[in-house]
């Protein structure tokens, strides 16, 4: 395949962020006077929604509770709501169902949403949120709910059909997207330290600016920026950490009931917002009655006609290994190591069951025909680093969070052609020395 000997923007990875950004960054150019599509090569080393953006599960959320990231998780919805059909977009809203070890933690995140004008509804105490459950399920069952915070906005996007609609956006700005073309190594200027080139399997390419939005394989890819391996980190209360690794992987696991979408509709008879459902009430197996754990978990799941049942998923586990040990090769279904396993089936089975009866005995329906799961690659907050590098390496990792963070690459456009954001300063990589990182919240995921 013949690459292109030079492009002013060259974008690694065609994920939500690097299509995103290029399409963006195409209408920035153009509304600027300052050039096109023309003037970005999109390259990825397999093709359009090879990595994670191709698995993802797909929700699209507000609640957060890092101030931050709701801002930008608004500013994202934005972005969906804009073209939700190009995006394949299901405005079904989202719903945060939690324990008490939790209330003040949503509570907050639900004013702080009224202050940025964000809808939603907050329900508080056991027995209202039971009673609102109910009305939307009549065979609504969890145990150890006190609040419910429902966004009326949100909801989920089919993964793959909007990673294509969004590179038919690029590509008729003029933005060239090349597969099969993968990033070895980079050659960097003799005095400043700038990126000058990048050295692909299929040729050299120089470059003026370079994006990368790589999401699991970003250790890599930081490793041949010659980026530190090991990082100072202040936390929240002052205390120095030395020596911390800047990536770690967790894995996340998903699965898919193979049951008919359409039984999981409100009680009148509507698709139903993504449900997000964390308890400390003991989980007993759906299968034996065997418990399973006493400790807090939490579940999500939506019906997804793309899956072809109810999708969804439960908390990441942490990989137990340095980051440059881990193949992130083959990714996702292909990995032989990194996929859902018999644990995961009987939890998010049985929690299923926990939450609503018609999940009842419907373990053995459990789409086992289908590898499921991947890769995460997460900084040592959890949180995004959105940076420059290098004098002109735009660095985008998300950290996980990243599918319905379809508007950072608009913002990443404007940074690109001169403008900064505001939305984007609390993701600099200079917060980890300053010792300003975003709040961690009581939920069981690293990410909310
Ligand atoms: C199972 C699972 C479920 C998830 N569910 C959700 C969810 O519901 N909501 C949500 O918001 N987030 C979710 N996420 C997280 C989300 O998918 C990621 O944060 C996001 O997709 C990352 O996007 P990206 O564009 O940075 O990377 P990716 O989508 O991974 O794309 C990176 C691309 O870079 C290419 N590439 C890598 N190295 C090179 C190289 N050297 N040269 C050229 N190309 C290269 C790859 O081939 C790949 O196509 C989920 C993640 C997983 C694994």
């Not at 324990?99 to 940025?116: L, R, T, W």
Request: glycine share 10%.
């Amino acid at each position: 395949m013949a690459v292109p000997k030079g492009t002013k923007y060259a974008i690694i990875g065609a994920g939500i962020h690097g299509l995103s950004t290029a399409f963006h960054l195409a209408q920035s150019l153009k509304a600027a006077g300052r050039g096109s599509g023309a003037d970005i090569l999109v390259v990825d080393k397999t093709a359009v929604a090879a990595g994670a953006s191709g698995i993802a599960c797909g929700v699209v959320r507000n609640n957060y509770f890092q101030p931050a990231m709701r801002e930008l998780m608004a500013h994202s919805v934005d972005v969906w709501e804009s073209d939700p059909k190009a995006y394949s977009y299901h405005p079904v809203g989202y719903m945060q169902i939690s324990p008490e070890g939790m209330h003040e933690d949503v509570a907050s995140i639900y004013q702080q949403q009224k202050a940025i004008g964000y809808e939603s509804v907050f329900i508080e105490g056991a027995e209202d949120s039971a009673k609102y459950m109910r009305s939307l399920f009549d065979d609504w069952q969890a145990k150890g709910i006190t609040s419910v915070l429902h966004e009326k906005r949100g909801g989920y996007a089919n993964n793959r059909a909007s990673m294509h609609g969004l590179a038919v956006k690029a590509e008729n700005e003029g933005v060239r997207i090349l597969s099969g073309v993968e990033v070895l190594d980079f050659e960097f200027g003799s005095n400043s330290g700038a990126v000058t080139a990048i050295n692909t399997n299929q040729g050299r390419i120089a470059c003026e600016t370079v994006v990368v939005g790589v999401g699991p394989w970003v250790n890599k890819i930081w490793n041949l920026l010659e980026l530190p391996k090991r990082i100072t980190v202040k936390d929240l209360r002052g205390k120095v950490h030395e020596d911390v690794p800047m990536w770690k992987f967790w894995c996340l696991e998903e699965g898919t009931l193979g049951v008919d979408p359409d039984m999981h509709k409100t009680n009148d008879g509507r698709f139903p917002p993504v449900l997000h459902v964390d308890t400390d009430a003991p989980l007993y197996s759906d299968r034996d009655g065997k418990l399973i754990t006493d400790k807090l978990w939490g579940i999500y799941y939506k019906p997804d006609f793309s899956f072809g049942g109810v999708q969804g998923g439960a908390s990441p586990y942490k990989v137990d290994q340095d980051a440059d040990q881990v193949a992130v090769d083959p990714y996702g279904p292909e990995s032989p190591e990194f996929v859902v396993g018999d644990d995961f089936i009987e939890m998010w089975c049985s929690a299923l069951a926990h939450c609503q009866k018609r999940f009842e005995g419907k373990m053995p329906l459990y789409r086992r025909d289908e590898n499921s799961g991947g890769l995460g690659c997460f900084t040592p907050d959890n949180f995004p680093v959105f940076d420059t590098f290098r004098e002109n390496v735009y660095v985008i990792a998300d950290s996980n969070h990243g599918y319905k963070m379809i508007g950072v690459g608009k913002l990443v456009a404007r940074e690109l052609t001169g403008e900064k954001s505001a939305l984007l300063e609390p993701f600099r990589f200079a917060r980890f020395a300053k010792g300003e990182l975003h709040p961690t919240s009581h939920s069981p995921f690293p990410w909310s």
